[in-house]
């Protein structure tokens, strides 16, 4: 899946220089035309398919993000301390509070444990706030027709989206989403709302955009068919120092084979059983540790990252009412919860650095700013909105 979290992976940019001369432009008009053809031929009509697909040019801005290059590699503990802040958590509980009713329905007919599903609410959408605001027919468009391997999944989920919309469950001004075409509360593509949205709400629409009921229960369905079963997702433990044993997410072993390995819970508790985990040391043998089960794996499944299906999982385990990680990150430069990324921000400002507005979002612009802030303050310049630079400006504990 495409989420708006998976792109917090990416740092800067690489701009391309578009082709935009008069060939490369009738080349994309007979290009969008066709696709307008298409999808008249699956059964939209024909309105439709003109008024979704009424662009002369690429999508520049879709272009752009579907060409951005990893920089450098987030680290784990800045990925989830932006993912998993103190405000995200609070925001949940209220959030859970709000849905009660149709958390416990989705997790009774289910069987997928609640916190999870809004804890998949949090990180993709921030409980709705950031849905996107990419036109989906015309990002799709755009990456069809830019041609290469995956134009024909693109063209797919291109026909799947106006197909939701020539049904009656959307109206065509709700399809907007990531670049790379997901949307809505949970953000689904299209491919997968066609097959795994229902109508939670029973008003005979499937709306995952404005129905929150639609959306939560939805993403219960998809996490019971991607093998959800009812139990644990995910445990902190501490490995013995030095440990130099088995990891990895699927190298599963039982618990009482890990206790053998002298792996403990985090709060020294005893593993026992039979139940099967994999151990995941995303930061190496210092840091946290955690066994990981088959749940794990169906919140993996909605996004292949490993640090994604820790975020939900820890989330998850927030606002459940369980404290943060026991073992610290194996570092002396913690991650800024999402309140400190904007206050670094201000005071980047208030020294001049020209970064645009304080929106708690760490682009491309910012980076360059913290990267000179640290220079300036002798640090070595990583552009990393962290805790060293912020205690150096002077950022409120
Ligand atoms: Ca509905």
């Known amino acids: 899946m495409y989420s708006s979290a998976m792109h917090l992976r990416s740092s800067v940019a690489i701009v391309l220089a578009l082709s935009t001369g ?4 009738s080349s994309f008009e007979s290009c969008v035309a066709g696709l307008r053809e298409q999808a008249v031929n699956v059964g939209v009509s024909r309105s439709l398919a003109s008024r979704a697909l009424d662009l002369a040019q ?35 509980r209220a959030m859970m509070q709000k849905h009660e009713r149709v958390l416990r329905a989705a997790e009774q007919r289910f ?45 797919g989920e291109l026909l799947a989206a106006l197909r939701l919309v020539a049904r009656g469950d959307l109206e065509l001004e709700k399809l907007k989403g990531s670049w ?25 629409r499937l709306d995952l955009v404005t129905s929150v009921p639609d959306a939560l229960g939805s993403t219960a369905n998809y ?21 130099r044993g088995p990891s990895g997410r699927t190298k599963r072993m039982t618990l009482s084979r890990w206790a053998g390995r002298g792996i403990v819970r985090a709060d020294g508790g005893r593993l026992a059983g039979a139940a099967r985990a994999g151990l995941l040391l995303p930061a ?34 927030r606002l459940a009412g369980f404290p943060s990680f026991r073992t610290p990150w194996p570092t002396d430069d913690p991650a800024l919860s999402r309140a400190d990324r904007l206050q670094l921000q201000k005071l980047l400002i208030a020294r001049g650095y020209s970064i645009g507005e304080a929106d708690g979002k760490i682009g491309p612009a910012t980076r360059v700013a913290i990267a000179e802030a640290e220079k300036k303050a002798g640090m070595p310049p990583t552009g990393r909105p962290g805790r060293k630079i912020y205690d150096a400006l002077g950022g409120k504990p």
């Open 223 to 243: 996490l019971r068919r991607a093998g959800w079963r009812k139990g644990a997702w995910m445990i902190e433990v501490k490995v013995p120092p030095g440990y």
């Open 284 to 317: 190496g043998a210092k840091g946290p540790g955690f066994l990981v089960f088959r749940n794990f794996d169906a919140i993996y499944a909605y996004n292949h990252h490993e640090a994604y299906a820790l975020a939900v999982s820890h989330l998850a385990d």
């Open 22 to 25: 008069p060939a490369a432009a």
């Open 58 to 92: 690429p999508d520049e801005k879709v272009l752009r993000l579907s060409q951005v290059q990893p920089e450098t590699k987030t680290r784990v503990w800045d990925y989830l301390g932006f993912l998993v802040d103190e405000q995200r958590v609070a925001d949940g």
């Open 111 to 155: 069987g997928v444990d609640r916190h999870v599903i809004a804890a998949i609410w949090g990180v993709e959408t921030d409980y709705g706030r950031e849905m996107g605001d990419s036109f989906l027919p015309h990002a799709l468009a755009t990456l069809t027709c830019q041609g290469g391997r995956r134009a024909p999944f693109w063209r």
């Open 180 to 204: 790379a075409g997901a949307f809505g509360q949970t953000q689904f593509i299209p491919s997968t709302y066609q097959r795994l949205a229902i109508d939670f709400d029973g008003d005979g």
